[in-house]
């Protein structure tokens, strides 16, 4: 194996790790959502744009109102959830720029002074962030739950702003009973790699 990180870490991240659809009554704390971050802000995004922001639905009438905007399906586990997270995109990331990207503060204005460009951006860059974000949920030894079956722009009224797209919501916490759904088929190396 030509991997350098250790069997044990990469079941943890990758091999074992699954999406999780029940969850202990265990409390995800602060503290790690803290450590999560301050893991997985060091992903890499184009300009170091980082425009992922992470809304924690804690309180139970916000999860309340977030479980109304959920498809049918995917209620009853948000609802369950030890923590819920909703992620999305701050398409006004390019304010920040000037701190994020210190050698070239120009590039705020050069490269995204249009909405519609910082949109795409935003949108690319904070799902990288989110699959970085997974990735931190798994290394805290929680599961992830992600979900994209929603009504976004109920979400969006209800807990966001014109300036920030939602992408998925998460649910996050220790497996519970019969967490997993059998696991889905992965394509082949040669189905995805190729050589020009």
Known sequence: MSLVLDAAAQDLLFREARTA????????????????????KYGPTAFN?????????????????????????????TAAAPLVAILSADNEFHEELPQLFPHFPAAKDAFFSERPVREGSAALNAALQAAYFIIGVRAA????????????????????????????????????????????????????????
Do not use: C
Request: without cysteine; charged residues 25%.
């Open 21 to 40: 659809n029940t969850f202990t009554d265990e409390p995800v704390t602060d503290e790690q959502v803290q450590a999560i971050y301050d893991l997985v």
């Open 49 to 77: 744009q980082s425009p992922l922001r992470v809304t924690l639905v804690r309180s139970p009438e916000a999860r309340e109102r977030l479980v109304q905007h959920m498809a049918e399906g995917n209620q009853p586990k």
């Open 141 to 196: 030894g929680l599961a992830a739950g992600p979900m994209t079956g929603l009504d976004f722009a109920g979400v969006q009224k209800e807990f966001l702003d014109d300036d920030h797209t939602p992408l998925m919501v998460i649910n996050i916490g220790k497996p519970g009973e019969d967490a997993w759904f059998p696991r889905s088929p992965r394509l082949e190396f040669d189905q995805v790699i190729t050589t020009v």
